[in-house]
T-cell receptor, first 114, second 110 residues
Framework: NAGVTQTPKFQVLKTGQSMTLQCAQD?????MYWYRQDPGMGLRLIYY???????DKGEVPNGYNVSRLNKREFSLRLESAAPSQTSVYFC?????????????FGPGTRLTVT | RKEVEQDPGPFNVPEGATVAFNCTYS??????FFWYRQDCRKEPKLLMS???SGNEDGRFTAQLNRASQYISLLIRDSKLSDSATYLC???????????FGTGTRLTVIP
């Protein structure tokens, strides 16, 4: 079990360039999430997908799009990168049963936009 | 107002010390509560869930006070390996999301 995997681990973009961050999980979880983490801000939810074929906006969706390709994969796209999108991006998948909620994170993608 | 607030620290404590972290949350409808640990440049990992009755896992004790909307984490007999950032996390069913505090940084000194 690899858990949650993310690619790439590091990326440097120039303003205006586009890229897609990939995330995959092998735990058969229905829900997947994309967060960004900035100093002093904590993790903030960008988008989430409660199940295959559905996506919903989180707290900070502007400038991003997502695709839930299948149950395993949830990608995050930056169409026109801006310096404000310099951050560490974490993907997570969720095991949810009734009142319990366990979230498993990928190792993160460190993105710098110059 | 932030959903979850924590003292960012840093807390610098000697090995063997007892240290406590506190956290408050703003939404009384919050259902589940957690402490996560995040090492430098790594992903957050679940440390423990927090139950109303309080719960203990080895040297770690978590407490929840729903009336005061307050969560705590106590670490006894601190080890060097406990050095990390501790994130207070709250789950709201309606939002279908976890809300993260900014984290409290702990450094255990030899």
């Amino acid at each position: 079990n690899a858990g949650v995997t993310q690619t790439p681990k590091f990326q440097v973009l120039k303003t205006g360039q586009s890229m897609t961050l990939q995330c995959a999980q092998d735990m058969n979880h229905n829900s997947m999430y994309w967060y960004r983490q900035d100093p002093g801000m904590g993790l903030r939810l960008i988008y989430y997908s409660a199940s295959e074929g559905t996506t919903d906006k989180g707290e900070v969706p502007n400038g991003y799009n997502v695709s839930r390709l299948n149950k395993r994969e949830f990608s995050l796209r930056l169409e026109s990168a801006a310096p404000s999108q310099t951050s560490v991006y974490f993907c997570a998948s969720v095991e949810s049963t009734g009142q319990t909620f366990a979230q498993y994170f990928g190792p993160g993608t460190r993105l710098t936009v110059t | 107002r932030k959903e979850v607030e924590q003292d960012p620290g840093p807390f610098n404590v000697p090995e063997g010390a007892t240290v406590a972290f506190n956290c408050t949350y703003s939404n009384s409808a919050s259902q589940s509560f957690f402490w996560y640990r995040q090492d430098c440049r790594k992903e957050p990992k679940l440390l423990m869930s927090v139950y109303s009755s309080g719960n203990e896992d080895g040297r770690f004790t978590a407490q929840l006070n729903r009336a005061s909307q307050y969560i705590s984490l106590l670490i006894r007999d601190s080890k060097l390996s406990d050095s990390a950032t501790y994130l207070c996390v709250v789950y709201q069913t309606g939002a279908n999301n976890l809300f993260f505090g900014t984290g409290t940084r702990l450094t255990v000194i030899p």
